[in-house]
């Protein structure tokens, strides 16, 4: 998938795990940056998405970043680049030393992202239930599994399919989620009861 590191204030740092100081965007940051581009997107009032653009600005530029939206053949696309290889707007080529400091974020999904705000508050109810019927482990793993399907997908959790599921457990969780021992011994349980509390199934592998 790409290069693609949201959900209340509350329940995430804007600093992420990773060291500011290291020449990437840390993954927290990559969350909220995201969050905020969905809700710029569905906000009717122009107030409101003139702060939301104002408050992704502030927070890239804390670690001189920039962004651009791109479109890939009608699905945009949110591209994150170190300012440095920026001169008057354009992206010097001759600056780019590692390509992969750059954060490309499909903002399409496979639902429609003007729904996202309501998606997403629908999977932080099933994460809020989970948390409060098995605790916190669950509850942690539920949120981790809601930021993947909210802001990677655009879609409820219960619609992701069995190599979304996949994808979450072997990439996501694994490489960006950095979750502790317990969590990684219990992830599989997690998962079922957040379906459990939304009354579904977990998707089978085909």
Request: with cysteine; hydrophobic share 35%; proline share 4%.
């Amino acid at each position: 998938m790409p290069n693609s590191n949201a959900v209340d204030g509350d329940e995430r740092s804007d600093d992420g795990a990773n060291d500011s100081n290291s020449g990437e965007l840390p993954r927290g940051v990559v969350d909220e940056v995201e969050r905020l581009t969905r809700l710029e997107r569905a906000a009717v009032d122009e107030n409101e998405t003139d702060a939301y653009e104002t408050r992704r600005a502030d927070l890239l530029d804390d670690h001189d970043f920039t962004s651009r939206i791109r479109d890939d053949d009608g699905d945009d696309v949110l591209v994150c680049h170190p300012a440095e290889w920026h001169e008057d707007g354009v992206i010097r080529t001759d600056r780019i030393e590692d390509i992969d400091r750059a954060v490309e974020i499909p903002l399409e999904g496979t639902g429609d992202p003007d729904d996202w705000g309501e998606v997403d508050a629908r999977n932080r109810e099933l994460v809020a239930a989970v948390r409060e019927a098995n605790g916190e482990v669950h509850g942690d793993n539920a949120a981790l599994l809601a930021d993947f399907a909210g802001n990677h997908y655009a879609k409820p959790i219960t619609s992701l399919t069995s190599e979304e599921l996949a994808e979450f457990r072997t990439e996501y969780f694994v490489r960006n989620a950095w979750p502790s021992d317990k969590q990684q011994e219990m992830i599989g349980e997690s998962i079922e009861l957040v379906f459990d509390a939304a009354g579904e199934t977990v998707p089978e592998r085909q």
